[in-house]
């Protein structure tokens, strides 16, 4: 049955692609390339408002809350300006946004988020989960498990090992058009076509990597 040689076909090229994305996640190096070009260490006070709800480490307590541990410092910086542009709503990061207009200050405590251990979650058996990621093409630009990609591409945000809640209301918000910050446009197409069910199952496979 030819079916069967092309699935084992398309299992080792799977394979094959994984081991090529091999990662350190948090090597000097990588640290080094996604802190950008602020100061981590004049951010670490600066941050100080930002810690109470984003937290010290990777664990912000509210579900809705994300993780900013670990995530590009460009990505980082490019959020704010959505919350100030209003291309990204919620009450509380557009009103903090309005009052973040130093860039110095925004490009260090950017910084000091992205030299934090990277985010990492609890894993999950989501086989459906895992499935859409891979055939919707989700690691095409996110990274094979949802850590970025190799060569430190800030446009595309680290989604692996962030909270599943807030992972959930972001795709629903590029589905209904709600988050219009991807200027391609893909991420409202990719969310376009897929279920709620199917949303949610995405989510919890990328929140345990
Ligand atoms: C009162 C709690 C609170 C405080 C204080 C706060 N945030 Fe947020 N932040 C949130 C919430 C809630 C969200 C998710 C909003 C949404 O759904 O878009 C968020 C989202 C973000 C995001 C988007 C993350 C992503 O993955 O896209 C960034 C970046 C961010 N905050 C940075 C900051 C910075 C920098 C500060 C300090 C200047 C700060 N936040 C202070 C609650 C807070
Ligand atoms: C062609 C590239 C591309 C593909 C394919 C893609 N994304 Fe995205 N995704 C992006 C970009 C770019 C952003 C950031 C947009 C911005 O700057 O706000 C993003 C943002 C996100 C976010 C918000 C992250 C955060 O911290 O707020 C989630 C969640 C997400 N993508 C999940 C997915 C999933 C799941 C799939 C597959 C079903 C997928 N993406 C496919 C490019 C892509």
Redesign the pocket.
């Known amino acids: 049955m030819a079916s069967s040689n092309s699935r084992i076909s398309i299992v080792v090229s799977i394979l094959l692609f994984a081991s090529a994305c091999a990662y350190a996640e948090d090597s000097p190096q990588e640290i080094k390339m996604r802190i950008g070009i602020g100061n981590p260490v004049e951010g670490k006070a600066k941050a100080i408002p930002c810690r109470v709800c984003h937290g010290d480490d990777d664990n912000p307590e509210e579900p809705m809350i994300?993780k900013l541990a670990g995530?590009y410092a460009d990505?980082i910086q490019?959020?704010i300006y959505?919350y100030q542009e209003g291309t990204?709503s919620d009450p509380d990061m557009n009103r903090i946004s309005s009052t973040l207009t130093n860039r110095r200050d925004l490009a260090d405590i950017a910084s000091y988020f992205a030299s934090l251990k990277q985010m990492k979650g609890i894993p999950v058996a989501n086989e459906e989960g895992e499935k859409?990621?891979l055939k919707?093409?989700?690691f095409?630009?996110?990274g094979e498990v949802g850590k970025g990609k190799p060569n430190y591409n800030s446009?595309?945000?680290?989604?692996g090992g962030?909270k599943k809640g807030?992972?959930i209301k972001?795709?629903k918000d590029?589905k209904s058009g709600e988050?219009t910050?991807?200027i391609?446009g893909?991420?409202t197409l990719?969310?376009n076509q897929?279920t709620y069910n199917e949303i949610v199952a995405?989510?919890e496979y990328?929140s345990g990597q």
């Open positions: 994300p995530q990505y490019r959020q959505n990204r859409l990621y919707r093409g989700c095409n630009c996110h446009i595309f945000p680290i989604v962030q807030y992972l972001q795709m590029f988050r910050t991807d391609s893909i991420m990719v969310m897929m995405v989510a990328m």
